[in-house]
């Protein structure tokens, strides 16, 4: 299989259902964001952690599921969708992690250690992602377990920045104001 086709030098693209749109449609920006996030969570890993290496690969494949459910305007039963059961698997990953961590008492800055970053680096994009598919759903019907799931994504993305940067004796600082 070629890498390469040439059908989107016009600046259109493929969804799934083989409609054509363009490259700057909602949909496209949407699930293209998504594809950014996924690629972000993808220069974590190793983060030298195990447990969290494991639940950020599990988000990358939920990833896949988000952008082809968000690449199909019309899903048939069998096609891959964000469910309810991702979005809960996101909430048990941060109420692990949520046992380790201090309770948080303000707003911290998004640093740390070098996977601490990176992690709250692409929280910041999720929650692109996440404004992104909200745009969409204002135009088009979008499951919106999609967004839910971006959602709690980011949640469970500051939340592991922070899980390893604790791991990492990292300090978190609060701004100044």
């Known amino acids: 299989m070629k890498i390469y086709t040439g059908r989107g030098d016009e600046g259109m693209t493929d ?88 309770q948080l008492n303000s707003f911290i800055l998004p640093s740390g250690s070098d996977a601490g970053s990176k992690l709250h680096h692409a929280r910041a994009v999720t929650r692109r992602a996440e404004r992104r598919t909200v745009e969409l759903a204002s135009e088009e019907p979008v499951n919106e377990q999609t967004v839910a799931y971006l959602n709690r994504l980011s949640d469970a993305l500051f939340t592991l920045a922070r899980l390893v940067n604790k791991r990492d004796g990292v300090r978190e600082d609060a701004p100044t104001y």
């Open 15 to 102: 969804l799934r259902d083989m409609s054509r749109v363009s490259k700057t449609s909602a949909r496209i920006e949407a699930y293209g964001t998504v594809d950014e996030a996924n690629a972000l969570i993808g220069t974590v890993r190793p983060t030298g952690y195990d447990d969290v290496d494991e639940k950020l690969e599990r988000v990358q494949n939920h990833l896949h599921v988000v952008q082809a459910d968000l690449a199909n305007p019309d899903p048939d039963e069998d096609d891959p969708v964000t469910t309810a059961d991702h979005v809960e698997e996101l909430e048990s990953f941060i109420d692990e992690a949520d046992e380790e961590l201090d």
